[in-house]
């Protein structure tokens, strides 16, 4: 329990500045935890599809808690904040000795080398299932013998490649990305809580007489949940993933196309337009020096 509230003890006023600087990081560390949902057609049975959802989430959470908490009664707050990472190998050679470093090293390198491997195939699929479903042009859906996504896995692992020649020009370069990429994310995340709630609350999909307050409870509250997020991540990084899914509108267009629509629908062209200027702003931002990409 010592210094257990931090220096100066516990205030109200703090709590909430301390929570909206840290939702970023937070959002991030949990990016992924959709993935079995993403690769659905590939498992045995659906249901694990489900199981392996819940399960991932429930273990990163309790993994991340035990750390955050129990790391407090190793080291002090500060020796902690300013361990070099993997910060957890020095915990637990504070802790049990030499050893104890040399395990959690080497659980980082199996770690690291899953989560590489599982990052390209979730990158790959995304692509891939939306060309199949006609959002993306059919160019993506090409498949190798081994029935993998070869156009998809080309183009997303030439963008990482890029992505990795950052770091030769910035050490900013990783915080700007996971940043982006939370903030990124944040979208498709509150649609589709908005979406959990439409369906609940006109029973699509749903058999007669089956109760649906459950869900409609779950999806409010994701949905409020994703907002404060969006709130929580700032206005700046939101401003630059215009960027990204202005140039994915002209993706989308193709793909229109494709399936024989010529033009798009007058909403779709509002909200093109908006992603453009918003998109045109961000460049102006950057290069006003407004906003610091590294």
Do not use: H
Not at 198 to 214: C, H, L, P, Q
């Amino acid at each position: 329990m010592f210094d257990f509230w931090g220096q100066g003890g516990f205030s109200w006023g703090s709590v909430r500045d301390r929570v909206v600087s840290t939702m970023l990081v937070t959002l991030w560390v949990f990016i992924g935890v959709e993935g079995a949902v993403v690769l659905p057609g590939r498992a045995r049975k659906r249901s694990d599809v489900g199981k392996a959802t819940v399960i991932g989430l429930l273990g990163t959470l309790v993994i991340y808690l035990l750390i955050s908490v129990m790391s407090l009664g190793l080291m002090n707050p500060e020796n902690v904040a300013n361990a070099s990472q993997p910060a957890m190998a020095y915990l637990l050679e504070s802790a049990v000795g030499p050893w104890g470093a040399m395990l959690i090293n080497g659980g980082l390198v199996i770690s690291v080398l899953g989560a590489w491997l599982g990052w390209t195939l979730l990158a790959a699929e995304i692509p891939f299932v939306a060309g199949k479903d006609g959002v993306f042009p059919k160019w993506f859906t090409k498949e190798n013998k081994n029935s993998a996504p070869a156009n998809a896995l080309w183009l997303t692992n030439g963008l990482i490649q890029l992505f990795l020649f950052t770091f030769l020009f910035s050490d900013a370069a990783y915080n700007f990305a996971f940043s982006l990429a939370s903030s990124a994310i944040l979208i498709p995340y509150v649609f589709s809580a908005f979406y959990q709630v439409k369906v609940a609350k006109n029973g699509i999909g749903y058999n007669a007489g089956e109760r649906r307050t459950r869900d409609l409870i779950i999806g409010a509250v994701a949905s409020i949940y994703g907002i404060w997020l969006i709130y929580a991540a700032g206005i700046d990084y939101l401003l630059l993933t215009t960027l990204l899914y202005a140039s994915g509108t002209l993706l989308y267009i193709k793909a229109q196309r494709e399936n024989g629509i010529k033009t798009l629908m007058k909403t779709e062209w509002i909200v093109a337009g908006v992603l453009t200027a918003l998109a045109i702003l961000a460049v102006v931002r950057i290069v006003s020096g407004n906003i610091s990409v590294f």
